[in-house]
């Protein structure tokens, strides 16, 4: 049965010509490559598309794979590059499905409270998470992979180095310029909003 095997293992089989050894692959990771494109792209229809690319890419490309990484990361590196790809041919710069998404240190801005069914509460959360989302989606295109894999995917900076080739400390680099950058126009859009500017928080989270 191929499903017990290894990455590698089906992988040899595919290259010797088993084609099921290549559905039980992408069986095993399009969930995961699925949700990923989801966060980058922030649409299911793009997303769908992302991922009918990936295995194209993959099925094209798997005889080549020589196990330097894992499958996985590979896989992951494949759907990182066919997001941005799409998102670069609609001009859009609109990613990122998440209710938190900042490091713990960036929580208090997400000001959440024990009254559940405040009203001013609840508005004021979703205000939160539009301008979150619209912040996030403004990171350019070398930091949005990194936040959403490390942050939001939660994998270690090896394992995003590992998918993204880059360095362990290029990784730790990006991250930290990301948060400084959701920091500063959270902080922006948290003053707005106190000052009773009912427009300022969503057009001060769109302007990187």
């Not at 490091?103 to 801005?109: T, V």
């Not at 405040?118 to 508005?123: E, L, N, Q, R, Y």
């Not at 730790?172 to 990301?178: A, F, G, I, N, P």
Request: aromatic content about 8%.
């Amino acid at each position: 049965m191929s499903e017990g095997k290894t990455d590698l293992e089906l992988i040899e089989e595919f290259k010797g010509g088993n084609q099921a050894a290549y559905e039980v692959l992408i069986e095993r990771y399009s969930e995961k490559a699925f949700h990923l494109a989801s966060r980058m792209c922030r649409n299911q229809e793009d997303a769908e598309e992302v991922l009918q690319d990936v295995f194209v890419t993959v099925f094209r490309k798997i005889t080549g794979f020589e196990g330097k990484s894992s499958f996985s990361s590979w896989l992951y590196r494949v759907t990182v590059n066919s997001s941005l790809m799409k998102l670069r041919k609609r001009k859009q710069n609109r990613c990122v499905l998440m209710e938190e998404a900042l490091s713990a240190e960036d929580h208090s801005l997400l000001l959440r409270t024990k009254e559940e069914h405040d009203t001013d509460t609840i508005a004021l959360r979703k205000e939160v998470s539009e301008a979150l989302q619209i912040a996030i989606s403004k990171l350019p295109d070398e930091y949005r992979p990194v936040f959403i894999l490390r942050d939001i995917d939660g994998l270690t900076s090896r394992e995003v180095g590992k998918i993204l080739g880059l360095s362990i400390p290029a990784v730790k680099s990006r991250l930290h310029r990301s948060r400084l950058m959701l920091r500063k126009k959270l902080t922006t859009f948290y003053r707005e909003y106190s000052s009773g500017d009912a427009k300022a928080p969503l057009t001060s989270a769109g302007n990187m």
